[in-house]
């Protein structure tokens, strides 16, 4: 098609009407012709605005509802915390029913590993379609760009792109170090052609690694000015967390705690008398960083049931772990190893249904009082961490907000890289101050050397980020066993021990990748496990 001048207003308005549905669509301009890159470019620029909703996608799709398509939605399918629980039931710390309404047994017992299914196409999808939606924005704003709107823009989709990455690369591969030329995942960027595509193997840990910190670095300048609307939108800081995550992984310890150190800035703590309440159900938390904020008007909410709290928040009135008492526990093993003087502890009930934080709790039903206890029907070591929407209980509305970032990480993480790097008094101190100001006014770290102060600090992220997709990868960057012996909150089929590195630990690329992809071959693939038996 001839394009002139005289028809470039008229270009102009009609692509920030499609500007509204993504960049996508601006590939096909109206009367026919293809749209080039350079004039996507040139409409950006003259109004960075006309991209903001494909940014603003980026945050929506991370808590998506049936990102699988499928005509019927899959129960786990609600964006990234539904990553989370899977990871987190493939660990050793978050045991649950084996039943039909635990949509999340396959993760427990490793029978969901294998490329044919849907739990690896969820989570292949999940990553890979965000991103995508990362790259198309890259592709427009290069990083040669001055204007500060689309630096911002820019600088949100690196990191994304990189948060992304460091759960792919944790998911399909061991952990960093010893393992760096072992085949991790595909590296797509927005400068992939689409032949490359179509043969794209699975780039090495190292090379996936370099990408990683190659954008958080680009990030951390281009949002070096930006203020964020709200916290589920990526900042500084947490372009700054990202990348202490992914230095821990790399064990370059004194950056991680730099990195730590910086994305705390500004926020703190829950309180000890906040934590001894249910929360971590809201962003506006001074503890939060980062977060998905979810609203009333959501498709995950709207669903009723195919949302977070359904599946983990056992106050709600309205989800699979209330209504078919498929309640998420603690490990038992775990919650005796924890102080009684640790408020903490009462972020599960004890064997009686016990808990400070839920003791004095009553729900109104009938023009009758229940004790909290007595209304949900909890089973021993059940957990009351998370909070009903709005701190209601028995609310039927799940629209709580779900956590990707807190300072409480941040101060573990500079705890564990000081520890690692030799300055172990430091991160004892660091470590104490947190606990006994925040959690447990006694506590006393005895440990003596890095080694043993990775250990502590291990114990209390175990404790801390209890179901909120940490305690896996941890598993995994820490080679430790996976220990389900003697637990008896594990279903008796599950209690077996896993020796570090297991092979069953690491995820399938799913069959439609390996089908799409001619550098993939079934070969080259992670093993095929039978799943574990005790």
């Not at 394009?3 to 960049?23: D, E, H, P, Q, S």
């Not at 032949?195 to 281009?222: F, G, H, M, T, W």
């Not at 600090?457 to 896996?472: A, D, V």
Request: aromatic share 12%.
């Amino acid at each position: 098609m001839n394009f002139n001048m005289k028809n470039f207003n008229i270009y102009i308005a009609v692509l920030a009407g499609l500007f509204l549905f993504g960049c996508s669509d601006l590939d096909t301009f109206p009367e026919g012709g293809t749209v080039t890159e350079d004039q996507k470019k040139e409409v950006v620029s003259k109004n960075p605005e006309m991209l903001r909703s494909d940014v603003t996608g980026l945050y929506a799709s991370l808590i998506k509802l049936n990102t699988l398509g499928g005509s019927t939605t899959q129960h786990y399918d609600f964006g990234h915390a539904g990553v989370c629980l899977m990871l987190e039931a493939s660990g050793q710390d978050m045991p649950a029913p084996n039943s039909a309404y635990n949509w999340f047994s396959g993760s427990m017992i490793f029978d969901n590993r294998l490329e044919t299914g849907n739990n690896p196409n969820f989570i292949w999808k999940s990553f890979y379609n965000h991103i995508k939606a990362a790259n198309n924005i890259l592709e427009i704003v290069t990083s040669d760009t001055e204007d500060p709107t689309l630096k911002s823009f820019r600088g949100q989709a690196l990191a994304s792109r990189a948060f992304d990455y460091l759960h792919l690369a944790q998911i399909y591969q061991f952990t960093y170090n010893e393992n760096e030329d072992k085949p991790a995942v595909p590296i797509v960027t927005e400068k992939i052609t689409q032949e490359q595509s179509k043969n794209n193997p699975r780039a090495s840990l190292k090379d996936v690694y370099e990408l990683i910190i190659a954008d958080l670095d680009e990030a951390i300048i281009l949002l070096e000015t930006f203020n964020r609307p709200a916290k589920d939108v990526i900042d500084q800081k947490v372009a700054y967390g990202l990348r202490a995550r992914a230095h821990l992984l790399m064990q370059n310890w004194q950056k991680a705690a730099q990195d730590a150190e910086k994305a705390m800035q500004g926020a703190s703590p829950y309180s000890l008398q906040e934590i001894s309440n249910p929360a971590f159900n809201s962003a506006l938390a001074s503890s939060w960083i980062w977060g998905n904020i979810i609203s009333e008007t959501n498709d995950v909410v709207r669903s009723g049931i195919v949302n977070w709290p359904s599946h983990l928040c056992s106050l709600t009135g309205n989800g699979y772990t209330t209504l078919t008492g498929t309640y998420r526990w603690i490990n038992n093993k775990l919650w005796d190893e924890i102080p009684s003087t640790d408020a903490r502890k009462g972020w599960w009930v004890d064997q009686n249904l016990k808990s400070p934080l839920v003791d004095n709790m009553k729900v109104t039903s009938g023009g009758k009082e229940y004790s909290a206890a007595e209304w949900f029907k909890w089973d021993p070591y059940t957990n009351v961490k998370f909070g009903s929407y709005k701190d209601v209980p028995n609310n039927t509305l799940n629209a709580s907000d779900w956590p990707l970032m807190r300072a409480e990480e941040m101060i573990l993480i500079r705890a564990e890289g000081m520890a690692m790097s030799g300055n172990v008094a430091e991160a004892k101190a660091i470590l104490e101050n947190f606990v006994r100001t925040y959690r447990d006014p006694s506590y006393t770290c005895n440990a003596a050397s890095s080694i043993a102060m990775q250990d502590e600090i291990w114990f209390q992220r175990r404790i801390e980020l209890w179901g909120e997709g940490f305690s896996f990868f941890d598993l995994q960057r820490l080679r430790k066993p996976m220990d389900r012996s003697g637990a008896t909150t594990f279903p008796e089929i599950t209690r077996y021990n896993l020796p570090a590195e297991s092979k069953i630990f690491l995820w399938l690329i799913p069959e439609s990748e390996i089908t799409a992809n001619e550098g993939i071959s079934e070969a080259q693939n992670n093993e095929r496990v039978n799943p574990p038996k005790i």
